[in-house]
């Protein structure tokens, strides 16, 4: 039982090239979520999805689009990287339920250059 | 507009002695609340919730207070040991079910030995 797993670990960009982060649970979980972390401004949510075949944006979509490819796998694409895209990613799924308890994947560290 | 603010960046307790996290909120209609504990290269894991009907949640040497009035939650870590050291988010969902948690800006838990 992996949890949640997220590729790549890091990955440098330049600015302008395209990339996918990809993020899989295996717990059945029905919601999944991405989130970056950058200093002095907490966990923000990108783009969130409440059920297989459904995605919906959260504080800070603009530059990320999304897909939920089944009830497993939810990744995050960057089609034209900017700087201002450098951060930590950070996918979470939860088991739709009243204590919204979130699990992380353990990150991507991402700098675009 | 930070919805939900951790005032402290950082602080640093004695192995042994209490920590005390601080937390604020502005929307009224945050009524749960969770912490999370975040390990350096880590993704953040659960530690402990509250709902808005209680004022206090324990569990072990963690426990939670909320004081509705006052827009404010803490957490108590007693008595402190070096593992404890992380950094901590708050986190707030504005019903009882809704999935989008809004965090904080996390504060650096240090013990010293």
């Known amino acids: 039982n992996a949890g949640v797993t997220q590729t790549p670990k890091f990955q440098v960009l330049k600015t302008g090239q395209s990339m996918t982060l990809q993020c899989a649970q295996d717990?059945?979980?029905?919601?999944m979520y991405w989130y970056r972390q950058d200093p002095g401004m907490g966990l923000r949510l990108i783009y969130y999805s409440a059920s297989e075949g459904t995605t919906d944006k959260g504080e800070v979509p603009n530059g990320y689009n999304v897909s939920r490819l089944n009830k497993r796998e939810f990744s995050l694409r960057l089609e034209s990287a900017a700087p201002s895209q450098t951060s930590v990613y950070f996918c979470a799924s939860c088991k739709q339920g009243p204590y919204n308890e979130q699990f992380f994947g353990p990150g991507t560290r991402l700098t675009v250059l | 507009d930070q919805q939900v603010k951790q005032n402290s960046p950082s602080l640093s307790v004695q192995e042994g002695r209490i920590s005390i996290l601080n937390c604020d909120y502005t929307n009224s209609m945050f009524d749960y609340f969770l912490w999370y504990k975040k390990y350096p290269a880590e993704g953040p894991t659960f530690l402990i919730s509250i709902s808005s009907i209680k004022d206090k949640n324990e569990d072990g040497r963690f426990t939670v207070f909320l004081n509705k009035s006052a827009k404010h939650l803490s957490l108590h870590i007693v008595p402190s040991q070096p593992g404890d050291s992380a950094v901590y988010f708050c986190?707030?969902?504005?019903?009882?079910?809704?999935?989008?948690?809004?965090f904080g800006t996390g504060t650096r838990l240090t013990i010293i030995p």
């Open positions: 986190a707030a969902l504005p019903t009882f079910g809704n999935e989008k948690l809004t």
């Open positions: 717990m059945n979980h029905n919601s």
